[in-house]
């Protein structure tokens, strides 16, 4: 398969994560105050922006799984961990959050681990993957 | 965002890591548990009768809870780059409960992705 078949396949998983995140921030401002009870959470789901979030999760697991079906997991796992670029880019547009120095080396950084971790992942054939940790640490989580 | 981290931004944070991290290891168990034969439907149904894909399932719906209390309490933009401890946190766990190796280039990347971590945390 090609790698047009790789490149939108990782644009839509991260455009699924994306949409997740910016719905659990939408989400989340539309429910404050934040407190740990049932009126807290009748007001989580009582609005339109959590079901953006579970959208966002869905799709990105469908995604995920049918990419994992054809990529190889050390670049797929780096990919797959890029949407922090575009949650920080679109926090700042829709959000008007302030991206200073600690925002962008942090994110230098973390994105320099997971190159590595995906390196390491692609040197490691067999071993575990897929269903190793580093395969498995995949975001569909949160984060 | 130092002053934002509260002792409940803390806690939050410690318990996503938590169960973000549980989660990913029960379902890595329950993946594990069925015997190699068990192929589709059947594979499903045996992993179903035991409790690692149900822990796995119930860390994932506190996971839910936690990361949408967090982030209506920092910028999203922290958040998320907060929230990247948690691939470190599964590498550690990997290592100690189902004795994956730490090559070279996996020390490095835990490092980095903990220094990146530790920058936007410690910032401001």
Known sequence: MSRRFYLIGFLVLMAFDTLAQLSFKQAGNAALPLELSPAWLARVFGQPWIYGAFVGYIGAFFTWMSLLKRAPIGPAFAASHLEIISVLALSHYLFGEDIGWPQIVGCLFIIAGIICLALSETEEPGEEHPSGTAGAARIVDNA | ?124
């Not at chain 2, 009768?49 to 209390?69: H, R």
């Not at chain 2, 999203?76 to 780059?81: A, E, N, P, W």
């Open chain 2, 1 to 124: 965002m130092g002053s934002e981290l509260s002792p409940l931004v803390i806690t939050l944070w410690v318990l996503n890591i938590l169960v973000d991290s549980g989660g990913q290891l029960a379902f890595k168990a329950a993946a594990s548990q069925p015997p190699h034969e068990l192929d589709g439907v059947a594979r499903w149904r045996f992993m179903l009768g035991k409790p690692w894909l149900w822990i796995g399932m119930g860390c994932y719906v506190a996971e839910f809870v936690f990361w949408l209390a967090f982030l209506s309490l920092v910028p999203l933009s922290d958040g998320v780059l907060l929230g990247s401890i948690n691939i470190v946190a599964i590498m550690i766990a990997g290592r100690i409960l189902f004795k994956e190796r730490l090559a070279p280039l996996r020390v490095a990347g835990i490092l980095l992705v903990s220094i990146g971590v530790a920058v936007v945390g410690l910032a401001g």
